[in-house]
């Protein structure tokens, strides 16, 4: 437990630093609220409608897959750095790691072919 400790100093010493910055800047910050500054902001553009006005559903299907497969693919990056390991051993490892990550590549292929069929990549 002991080798936990300075990664949890680390932790508070970050939190503490945050949120005493947070806190030394709201309390010692000039507060002199202009309409300007009280107005929303959009892209130096004047937003022309509602904040609350619906999405296209579309966008967040798309949104969720991307950060899916993101996701999935991030679990390539450890197989990869261990590659050159498993296939200079020659054993038995190198052969489970290989098909281990075919059957990964096979289902995340899978996958992505089953969201492309039912049209979630398509932008009308």
């Given at each position: ?6 990664v949890l100093i680390m932790t508070l010493a970050a939190v503490a630093f945050a949120g005493g ?46 950060i899916l497969f993101d996701m999935e693919i991030v679990f390539l990056i450890p197989w990869a ?44």
């Amino acid at each position: 437990m002991q080798h936990y400790l300075p990664v949890l100093i680390m932790t508070l010493a970050a939190v503490a630093f945050a949120g005493g910055s947070l806190l030394i800047s709201f309390l010692l910050g000039p507060k002199r609220p202009t309409p300007e500054k009280l107005a929303p902001y959009e892209c130096g553009i004047v937003p022309l409608e509602d904040a609350r006005k619906s999405i296209f559903v579309r966008y967040y299907l798309v949104a969720m897959l991307f950060i899916l497969f993101d996701m999935e693919i991030v679990f390539l990056i450890p197989w990869a750095v261990v590659f050159r390991q498993l296939t200079f051993t020659g054993s038995k490892v190198a052969l489970f790691g290989l098909i281990e990550m075919g059957i990964f590549l096979a289902i995340l292929i899978l996958g992505y072919v089953y969201a492309w069929r039912k049209g979630a990549l398509e932008w009308d």
